[in-house]
Nanobody
Framework: QTLLAESGGGSVQAGGSLRLSCTASGLAFADAAMGWFRQAPGKEREVVSCINIGGGSTYYTDSVKGRFTISRDNAKNTLYLDMNSLKPEDTAMYYC????????????????????WGQGTQVTVSA
Protein backbone atom coordinates (compact mmCIF):
# COMPACT_ATOMS: atom_id res chain seq x y z
CA GLN A 1 0.00 0.00 0.00
CA THR A 2 1.38 3.36 -1.03
CA LEU A 3 1.17 6.08 1.59
CA LEU A 4 2.16 9.73 1.38
CA ALA A 5 2.39 11.49 4.74
CA GLU A 6 2.61 15.27 4.76
CA SER A 7 3.81 17.36 7.67
CA GLY A 8 4.98 20.88 8.38
CA GLY A 9 1.81 22.86 7.87
CA GLY A 10 0.68 25.47 10.36
CA SER A 11 -0.33 29.06 10.92
CA VAL A 12 2.04 31.91 10.18
CA GLN A 13 1.88 35.62 9.60
CA ALA A 14 2.38 37.11 6.16
CA GLY A 15 6.04 37.18 5.27
CA GLY A 16 6.77 34.07 7.28
CA SER A 17 8.13 30.72 6.19
CA LEU A 18 7.18 27.06 6.43
CA ARG A 19 8.70 23.83 5.23
CA LEU A 20 6.38 21.07 4.13
CA SER A 21 7.59 17.48 4.03
CA CYS A 22 6.07 14.41 2.40
CA THR A 23 7.41 10.99 3.30
CA ALA A 24 6.48 8.12 1.01
CA SER A 25 6.13 4.46 1.91
CA GLY A 26 5.20 1.49 -0.23
CA LEU A 27 6.52 3.33 -3.27
CA ALA A 28 9.77 3.17 -5.22
CA PHE A 29 10.32 6.84 -4.47
CA ALA A 30 13.25 7.26 -6.85
CA ASP A 31 10.96 6.13 -9.69
CA ALA A 32 8.14 8.52 -8.85
CA ALA A 33 7.45 11.97 -10.20
CA MET A 34 6.35 14.10 -7.26
CA GLY A 35 4.43 17.28 -6.75
CA TRP A 36 2.57 19.62 -4.42
CA PHE A 37 -0.99 20.75 -5.03
CA ARG A 38 -3.21 23.01 -2.94
CA GLN A 39 -6.89 23.68 -2.52
CA ALA A 40 -8.32 26.78 -0.92
CA PRO A 41 -11.91 26.89 0.36
CA GLY A 42 -14.34 27.25 -2.52
CA LYS A 43 -11.65 26.80 -5.13
CA GLU A 44 -10.43 23.94 -7.28
CA ARG A 45 -7.28 22.03 -6.49
CA GLU A 46 -4.31 23.50 -8.31
CA VAL A 47 -0.71 22.54 -8.88
CA VAL A 48 1.84 24.46 -6.85
CA SER A 49 5.06 22.78 -7.89
CA CYS A 50 6.40 19.51 -9.24
CA ILE A 51 9.71 17.74 -9.69
CA ASN A 52 10.83 14.94 -11.97
CA ILE A 53 12.29 11.63 -10.84
CA GLY A 54 15.89 12.81 -11.04
CA GLY A 55 15.18 16.11 -9.35
CA GLY A 56 16.77 18.13 -12.12
CA SER A 57 13.56 19.48 -13.58
CA THR A 58 11.02 21.51 -11.65
CA TYR A 59 7.90 23.55 -12.28
CA TYR A 60 6.28 26.33 -10.26
CA THR A 61 2.98 28.00 -10.75
CA ASP A 62 3.44 31.70 -11.42
CA SER A 63 2.09 32.87 -8.08
CA VAL A 64 4.82 31.08 -6.10
CA LYS A 65 7.84 31.57 -8.35
CA GLY A 66 10.76 33.04 -6.45
CA ARG A 67 9.15 32.25 -3.08
CA PHE A 68 8.76 28.46 -3.00
CA THR A 69 11.38 25.78 -3.62
CA ILE A 70 10.65 22.11 -4.24
CA SER A 71 13.26 19.44 -3.58
CA ARG A 72 13.50 15.72 -2.98
CA ASP A 73 15.77 13.39 -1.04
CA ASN A 74 15.53 9.99 -2.67
CA ALA A 75 17.61 8.39 0.11
CA LYS A 76 14.99 9.49 2.65
CA ASN A 77 11.93 8.93 0.43
CA THR A 78 10.97 12.50 1.19
CA LEU A 79 9.70 15.44 -0.82
CA TYR A 80 9.99 19.01 0.48
CA LEU A 81 8.43 22.37 -0.23
CA ASP A 82 10.18 25.38 1.26
CA MET A 83 7.78 28.29 1.36
CA ASN A 84 9.07 31.81 2.01
CA SER A 85 7.47 35.25 1.95
CA LEU A 86 4.10 33.65 2.54
CA LYS A 87 1.00 35.60 1.63
CA PRO A 88 -2.60 35.26 2.84
CA GLU A 89 -3.53 33.97 -0.62
CA ASP A 90 -1.25 30.96 0.00
CA THR A 91 -3.74 29.77 2.61
CA ALA A 92 -4.93 26.31 1.57
CA MET A 93 -4.75 22.60 2.21
CA TYR A 94 -1.53 21.37 0.63
CA TYR A 95 -1.38 17.88 -0.84
CA CYS A 96 1.57 15.73 -1.78
CA UNK A 97 1.18 13.82 -5.05
CA UNK A 98 3.08 10.99 -6.69
CA UNK A 99 3.08 9.00 -9.91
CA UNK A 100 5.25 6.05 -10.77
CA UNK A 101 7.00 6.60 -14.07
CA UNK A 102 9.95 5.72 -16.23
CA UNK A 103 9.80 9.09 -17.97
CA UNK A 104 12.70 11.28 -16.91
CA UNK A 105 10.88 14.42 -17.94
CA UNK A 106 7.49 13.85 -16.30
CA UNK A 107 6.36 16.59 -13.94
CA UNK A 108 2.94 16.48 -12.29
CA UNK A 109 1.60 19.72 -13.67
CA UNK A 110 -1.95 18.39 -13.79
CA UNK A 111 -3.86 16.37 -11.20
CA UNK A 112 -5.00 13.95 -13.92
CA UNK A 113 -1.38 12.71 -13.97
CA UNK A 114 -1.43 11.78 -10.28
CA UNK A 115 -1.61 8.18 -9.07
CA UNK A 116 -1.34 8.77 -5.32
CA TRP A 117 -2.39 11.55 -2.94
CA GLY A 118 -1.52 12.38 0.62
CA GLN A 119 -4.13 13.41 3.18
CA GLY A 120 -3.05 17.03 3.13
CA THR A 121 -1.59 19.54 5.57
CA GLN A 122 -3.19 22.90 6.30
CA VAL A 123 -1.30 26.13 5.73
CA THR A 124 -2.88 29.31 7.07
CA VAL A 125 -1.30 32.70 6.48
CA SER A 126 -2.69 35.70 8.33
CA ALA A 127 -2.31 39.30 7.20
Amino acid sequence: QTLLAESGGGSVQAGGSLRLSCTASGLAFADAAMGWFRQAPGKEREVVSCINIGGGSTYYTDSVKGRFTISRDNAKNTLYLDMNSLKPEDTAMYYCAATRTTLQTLCLVNQRLVDYWGQGTQVTVSA
